[in-house]
């Protein structure tokens, strides 16, 4: 038996996953890391604490299965995308926090260089729309703001690198600068048809190459080998590298065009497989990279993003103390047969696809004396289900596809409530796999495949099993009532920043 590592680097924690070369989970550890708020929408992380906490789960899992690093094939990475680390070229050693995808720091910045480059060649070039979401305004804060940063960039001594880059690079022995191309593809500065910096868009910026990773493939090579001192305790190639989503799209083994996923985790992401020919939406979905193996042609996907999800049930727990876990929270959402009324939009960062509004912000509407805690627990789960229904609607317009079935995964999957109310609002199947946490399954199969564990994308889709089926079971009249109070509750959110309108 042949064994996989993969680790899950994500916005509240990192993980890191082993599995044996049939897809089985052999153990897994898992630390949290905190989150840091220096101002209203700005977000950060502390980079080195992500690499302790990396290290430290890295050997808790190997321990846990009983396991020494040699025994390892090899090892593969997930992140969370678009979060920019800056750290030295010589030392490694982070010259600011983590600016994280969730920061709106940038929201100046992007509208500024919207006067100066139309928004549809920025989509026919990069496959996005303007927003601080992407890394290019990050790093262009960082540059602008941060003397030590903007030192180390005018002595060519610094790498603005995904969360993917910086672990690569203190992992492996060769201290390898790399990114794979479907985090590149958030950058806001790679050329979606050719997987290259893109040099007008670089101009434009004021960002050089010389500051950025190399570019390569998802799958299909091999980074670097891991550091004998390092926390594998072994030369373990480093072999596969997927964003979080992209992974998740792999572990879910949607490989044909057409296929897709949503992942229900911190935020809320829907991916549609469209082929080795990017096209592009009217509707305000972005193209992204869905995976490269090797030197075969890259594989695209339409995608829409939801920036709080199990956030939003993170947030009932510890800022509202509402409920104590996720499990009370579900329970009591199930104790209710509908949200008493109650709709809640959970705009904290603005809205993602399909309205692109950084001015929104979360309401709670629909509230009287009838409302009980259950009624909001209830609501807090129906807002995700609310908001990847309004991204599978125009992912379908958009594709010319019908989507008959979507796979699911994620932790929020756990919840019976939310999946039953997403397929009645959907309409199609939501189906949920037997491994469930196929993110890092996704970063297993992209390392597994480099090394020969499994020689094809063919191989890996018989491994796919479903586990649990929900139905849509709701009349159309009702999902139509509830989706008008759910849109007239999203008008309430905009155009509250900065001039404070009033809904």
Sequence with gaps: MKYIGAIDQGTTSTRFMIFDSEGNIVSSAQMEHRQIFPRPGWVEHDAEEIWNNTCAVMKTALERAGLDGSKLSAIGITNQRETVVPFSKKTGR?????????????????????????EDKLREKTGLLYSPYFSASKIRWLLDNVPEVRGAAERNEIVFGTIDSYLVSKLTSSRAVVTDVTNASRYMLMDIRTGDWDAEMLSLTGIRKEWLPEIVSSSGVVYGVTDREGPAGAEVPVAGILGDQQAALFGQACFSKGESKC???????????????????????????????????????????????????????????????????DALAASVPDNGGVYIVPAFSGLFAPYWRSDARGVIAGLTGYATRAHICRAVLEATAFQANDIFSVMEKDSGISISELKVDGGMTNSVPLMAFQADILRVPVIRPQIVETTSLGACYAAGLTIGVWDST???????KEQMRWLPVMDDKEREKKVGFWQKAVRCTLGWMPSDKEC
């Design 458 to 464: 063919q191989t890996l889709r018989r491994y796919w």
């Design 94 to 118: 982070p010259l600011y926090n983590a600016i994280v995808w969730q920061d709106l720091r940038g929201e100046e910045y992007i509208k500024k260089l919207s006067l100066s480059f139309p």
């Design 263 to 329: 992942t229900y985790g911190t935020g809320c992401f829907m991916l549609s497989n469209i082929g080795t020919e990017p096209c592009f939406s009217s509707h305000g979905l972005l193209t992204t990279v869905a995976y490269r193996i090797g030197k075969e042609k890259m594989c695209y996907a339409f995608e829409g993003s939801v920036a709080v999800a199990g956030s939003l049930v993170q947030w009932t727990r510890d800022q509202l103390k509402m409920v104590s876990s996720p499990q009370e929270l």
